[in-house]
């Protein structure tokens, strides 16, 4: 009797202890919203097949904002917040200013909270949106655990960090285990180039003075290509792969193999051979890039996440409550 008044005692002590450090620890959960909001992820991804059936190009986007959220301060929605006159937010940072899709998660917003009103964190949501465009580009399906608490605070200047088209191997390296990343991670990363654009302006040294990065030229007939569409001054855009621009494979990494990679952080991946077997590795097996792919990503998701008490759950994602 008295071993288990002892036992008592000392998970009451555990709580209290607990309890004075401010909360009981929380963490994220696949399935997070089962109970409280059972059609959190369906909503998700009926509003992103809508949006990508009428423009395929924004499931690129989404999947870029949500990295671009994930590695500035972790995945707490703040890229997702509206600048105000007394503060610049992350949408605003130049490295931003050409993501699309803000109006997409809007209205996923807008339809959770019809069904379950101050439930389901815009964090989660853009997790959620981000898996449901690979998977629409016809990647892997992925578990995304939910869970994530939204920031109250969003600065451009924290988009500094972010890793930029003309970053070597070895700044980039730095640049993401500095965010808790590996090498590896950051090369099967990288992957995600599989679809989307990019502005003339990222890499037209590249076209017009071939040698100005120091590495291998790009494939002529390639460059000739691009040239066309990218005339000196110009800041049009071109698909990073032109040849599955909207499938989510492993055609870049291939495309880095036959020297139709376009940004220097791209070509920089062939720099060493550690990194070289990798793109070698990713571009001979396709199911390796997937599983590989999906596990980089559950890992970007759990980045300095707010959980439990922290953070809050916004009404409206452009604004804090």
Known sequence: MGFQIE???MAIMVVAICLSNGR???HLEVGFYSGSCPTAELIVREEVEKALT???GL??????MFFHDCFTNGCDASILLDSTENNTAEKDAKVNLTLEGFEIIDHMKERLEAVCKGVVSCADILAFAARDSVVHYGGVHFKVA???RDGRVSSSADASILPSSDHNLSHLTKLFI??????????????AHTVGIAHC?????RLYDVHADGYEAMDEKYAAHLRQQCPPGSNNTVVLNPHSPYVFDNRYYKNLLSRHGLLVSDRTLLSTHGTMTQVKRYASNYKRFQRKFADAMFKLGEMDVLTGADGEIRANCRAIN
């Open 7 to 9: 036992k008592i005692w």
């Open 24 to 26: 009981v620890e929380a």
């Open 54 to 56: 009428e423009d395929q």
């Open 59 to 64: 499931g690129a986007d989404l999947l870029r």
């Open 146 to 148: 939910g869970g994530r």
């Open 178 to 191: 500095s965010r808790g990343l590996s090498q590896s991670d950051m090369i099967i990363l990288s992957g």
């Open 201 to 205: 302006d990222a890499f037209a040294e």
